[in-house]
């Protein structure tokens, strides 16, 4: 079965310092990986998505970069963190075929101070 | 563009009832999917249920039922004989396909609350 890990779980970090996080699939291969952000009382919004080593599509313009190093692993990164990155963030795959739902990650909840 | 709306910022339903939670949405698409996710208070996204546009028959999953009305744009989740486990945020979304991959447009979610 397929699983998906994001790490850390939480990180509190300060204005202007960089930002890596880190999410890694297990279980299928070549999957679509997508980025979302969920601010404090709100649904998500997609940030990233990617279809293969690479191959990154921004969402919205902002502060956040992402990479796609290996098949499976789909980073987030900042040079400089902003108060309004705050946010939890979630990263998905998605299985492109029948119904093509994504599965989420269990989130990192990231605080700048 | 697309968009969800989902109108009902919380809701309260007693233990064994079924409840309702609202979902509408437009979109210019003729293919399309909607989705429900239930979120706990940790945070994961766990989906529920899914419905195609093209679906003829309502979709259902255990205790999920979708209530799909096409000509009115709405996919409403309907939860049958709540329990306390179910007390959560809930989300509608929607799928849009752009080349290979299939993005996701989600509501601002209902908190459900479920009460002895």
């Known amino acids: 079965s397929q699983t998906i890990h994001q790490w850390p779980a939480t990180l509190v970090q300060p204005v202007g310092s960089p930002l890596s996080l880190e999410c890694t699939v297990e279980?299928?291969?070549?999957?679509?990986l997508y980025w979302y952000r969920q601010a404090a009382g709100r649904g998500l919004q997609l940030l990233f998505y990617?279809?293969?080593?690479?191959?990154i599509s921004s969402e919205v313009p902002q502060n956040l970069s992402a990479s796609r190093p290996q098949d499976r692993q789909f980073i987030l990164s900042s040079k400089k963190l902003l108060l309004s990155d705050s946010g939890f963030y979630l990263c998905?795959?998605?299985?492109?075929?029948?119904?093509?739902?994504?599965?989420f990650g269990p989130g990192t909840r990231l605080t700048v101070l | 563009a697309q968009k969800i709306t989902q109108t009902q910022p919380g809701m309260f339903v007693q233990e064994k009832e079924a409840v309702t939670l609202d979902c509408t949405y437009d979109t210019s698409d003729q293919s399309y999917g909607l989705f429900w996710y239930k979120q706990p208070s940790s945070g994961e996204m766990i989906f529920l249920i899914y419905q195609g546009s093209y679906d003829e028959q309502n979709a259902t999953e255990g205790r999920y039922s979708l209530n799909f009305q096409k000509a009115r744009k709405s996919a409403n989740l309907v939860i049958s004989a709540s329990q306390l486990g179910d007390s959560a945020m809930y989300f509608c979304a929607m799928r849009a396909r752009t080349g290979t991959a299939s993005k996701l447009t989600f509501g601002t979610g209902t908190r459900l609350q479920v009460t002895l």
């Open positions: 998905a795959w998605g299985r492109e075929r029948e119904r093509h739902e994504q599965f």
């Open positions: 990617s279809v293969g080593i690479g191959q």
């Open positions: 279980g299928t291969s070549n999957p679509n």
